[in-house]
């Protein structure tokens, strides 16, 4: 029986998986796995362990979860309202069992995209954000934190940048990417693109467990490398065809790309003109009352006129489309436009205050994801032939 | 005017709201009679949901008076039970794959049915594709050239998450990946090429479930040996389907409904046939393949003819399933050397 008892919530994502079984292999922690379905948790079901849903809403389930646990590790990610209530759950319940460390684990998000020069340190203010937006949700989660930590939580705030190694999402995006040609260098790939690999995470997770305190501030956790976008692209080249030749493109496209997804402001006008188009109507004219108010419409629009009839269906309609050949492929810009961030988020302070040094270099950290990739991709098996025939059908 | 069949659906998770029920309510030759779930609030939802009244009930046996067949939708581990329950009162079952959680208890099954002379069908509705048909007889008629090798994979990032989450209990479930998705693939190799001369499995199971599985196969056959490999994940995803190679080109099946046999012929780059049944159509085009399968269970019930997969097709897979774990070994998965070592010199 150990001294402390561990729960993770959100055990079946990458950073909670890759805790779990660390914890396990040194066996110096009890550990509890909290998952939000069995559906995804089969990375942890090979290793045999008992397995626990949680609802984060239903607080009394929390409440009862928790019981018994010396520290939590919050590794959850979920809907809006899992992310606000489901905290709130977990930071009430945490209170409740006499939990001595609840471990948050943020986002460098909180600082923004881009995020300011000065958030090389934790120090840089944030942001304002939208409220309904990833960032601004991690940032009301942040707040939460803090004021539960001040009512006598310990706790403690890590913060990650796009994380690496094995499994990781963000080195498999960019693979996809690369393979599919949506992903362009910024000029000549030296941007900064700062990475933690999980085993770096997990390792600063551990520190941090005895490092909870009730005047919590965010840390960020990084593998601590000057690595660049270059080095990363030039990592993920060996997945590739031989000859791979990577696109490169300028600060004004990326900044376009990126202006372009981000544009979400609506118009009355655009929407009036959709909700009268022909598309919507055909629609609604399903439906006997709708249709009835549809001939109406036509009916009173025909007394106008002609010339005015053609006149108010160009400005709905607009002109017709002249089909032209697609111009190649678009880049992906929300990935692309990353390498425009420019800051390198220092973990001085982790150093500082957790001891914290990573474990795993960059070189390891993307030897290790290319070894995982290439395995459970089978590239190195004796089908890989023909099974490479149902990734360029994918591809096609 | 015929009676409808009667029918009551044994389990109210998660494949009986998304295909069993929605199939059933459909046919016009099924008449739902009842809804068995131990959790009376399952079933009760589940039966609000679709606007319907049917009797439901914790116990099957409460309504095998009233029924001609079940339609068996629950964990892999209560499939024997209920079988035999059903099929001892003259009650014919259709069985949510894979049969049971072994090949004894498909035995048990199997002969069961055979001695009361009632029907035990097996839920393996991929069989029910248009292209799993034809492509069968395609291979049987040499339509590609002999047979060299052939790969099948499918592989998601989580997905299927039962309400029982028996799927995480090797004690409910049988097994991981390769019961919970590699089987469907597995039953339609024995019906491409009949059980395997050698099989061999690696997997990455630690003590519990596997989650990855490389599961390869070979036939002795003339004029040459036939080598497969099947390869599944619940970690990772794959691009699904099945790629067989000839001596005449490459066969392609992407692992969806709809899919059609693409052949490559060899020395023809840049070109691709694809193959569609024409008046040899076995199945209505547009029409889901659970309704196929519950009328085919119905039609099997009613005229004696044998379904499109009955219990001793279902134990075969279960026979093998049990020789690749018995063939089993551990895939690598050390993916940080450098961090073990530094570990090692640590200690």
Known sequence: MNARKIAVIGASGLVGSTLVERMLATGSHDVLPLIHSSGNAWRL?????????????DYDQVKTKLVGCTHVVNCSRGTDEVMIKGLANMLKASRAAGVTGFIHLSS?????????????????????????????????????????????????????????GPCSYFLLNVLQALGSRQFALLEDGSAPCVLVDVQNLCHAIELA??????????????????????????????????????????????????????SSSFSIVRSLKHLVSSTVREALRKDPLWAKVDRELRKSVTYLG????????????????????????????????????????????????????????FADSMEAFRRWYQATHHMNSAYWDLLKRLYQAQEG | MVDRFRIALVGAGMISRQSHLPAALASDRVQLVAIVDPVVTRAKSLASDYGINPILTQDVRSVLDKID????????DSHKDLALTCLESGVSVLIEKPLALSSSEGSAIAETARRRGRVAAVGYVTRFRESTVLLKRLLDQGYFGAVKRYVHQFGTVGGWAPLSAYNLSRRASGGGVLVVTGTHFLDRMLYFWGYPDNVALEDDSAGGLEAN????????????????????????????????????GAVMLADTESADIRFLPHGSAGVEHVIRP????????????????????????????KPMVDAEEG???????????????????????????????KR
């Open chain 1, 45 to 57: 079901a090979r290793l045999g362990l008992e397995l626990w849903p949680l609802n984060l809403l």
């Open chain 1, 108 to 164: 460098v998000a909180v600082y923004g995209d881009p995020p300011s020069p000065e958030s090389v340190s934790e120090d840089a203010a944030c942001p304002r954000h939208d409220k309904e937006s990833y960032e601004g949700l991690k940032a009301r989660q942040d707040e939460m934190v803090i004021q539960a930590a001040r009512r006598g939580l310990p706790s403690a705030i890590l913060c990650p940048p796009n994380i690496s």
């Open chain 1, 209 to 262: 467990l005895d490092d909870a305190s009730t005047e919590v501030q965010r840390l960020f956790v990084t593998d601590d490398e000057n690595t660049t976008w270059r080095q990363v692209v030039d990592g993920l080249l060996p997945l590739l065809d031989s000859g791979f030749m990577v696109e490169s493109t300028s600060q004004l496209v990326l900044s376009e790309a990126r202006a372009s997804v981000n």
């Open chain 1, 306 to 361: 002609s010339a005015m009839e053609e006149k108010l269906r160009l400005a709905i309609e607009g002109n017709l489309p002249v089909p032209r050949p697609p111009k190649g492929r678009t880049i992906n810009a929300n990935l692309c436009a990353q390498q425009l961030r420019g800051v390198r988020h220092s973990c001085a302070k982790a150093k500082k205050h957790l001891g914290y040094q990573p474990v795993v270099s």
């Open chain 2, 69 to 76: 067949g079940a339609l068996i939708a629950t964990p892999n």
């Open chain 2, 213 to 248: 599985c490389v599961a390869v196969f070979r036939y002795d056959r003339q004029p040459g040996p036939i080598e497969g490999c099947a390869i599944y994940s619940k970690t990772t995803a794959l691009p699904g389907g099945m790629v067989i190679e000839t001596v005449q």
């Open chain 2, 278 to 305: 024409s008046e040899l159509r076995r199945f209505p085009t547009g029409v889901s393949p659970w309704l196929l399968q519950i009328e085919d269970f119905v039609d099997s019930c009613r005229n004696g003819t």
């Open chain 2, 315 to 345: 134990n075969q897979s279960l026979r093998l399933i049990e020789a690749l774990y018995a063939h089993r070994r551990s895939q690598p998965s050390d993916w940080y050397p450098a961090l073990g070592q530094r570990k090692g010199a």
